[in-house]
């Protein structure tokens, strides 16, 4: 059975950097679609930042010039690293793989940013 596992997560203040992994772990087929969703509390989720598999990346307008989203193909990892982090990114993250006919969640990697 596939899981999706994050890393990384945690408290950080604003104007800090973190950097979330996620790892695909068991067989999985081929994907076309990494990404990375958060939920901000009182609000829905919303997709942050995406790479398919052409290498071609998409970002929300709220995380665009700080955010960068990369993968490992070989490996079935996809990365975010964060940067200038602000109070309004604080939410759970979560990563996201597709492919035909399956689609997987990771189980949430809490950010909070705050002094």
């Known amino acids: 059975q596939v899981q999706l596992v994050e890393s990384g997560g945690g408290l950080v203040q604003p104007g800090g950097s973190m950097t979330l992994s996620c790892a695909a772990s068991?067989?999985?087929?081929?994907?076309?679609?990494m990404g990375w969703s958060r939920q901000a509390p009182g609000r829905e989720r919303e997709l942050a930042a995406s790479?398919?598999?052409?290498?071609?990346?998409y970002y929300s307008d709220s995380v665009q010039g700080r955010f960068t989203i990369s993968k490992d193909a070989a490996k079935n990892t996809v990365s975010l690293q964060m940067t200038n982090l602000k109070p309004p990114d604080t939410a759970i993250y979560y990563c996201?793989?597709?492919?035909?006919?399956?689609?997987?969640w990771g189980q949430g990697t809490q950010v909070p940013v705050s002094s």
């Open positions: 790479i398919n598999s052409a290498g071609v990346n």
């Open positions: 068991g067989s999985i087929g081929d994907t076309y679609f």
């Open positions: 996201n793989f597709r492919g035909p006919g399956f689609t997987y």
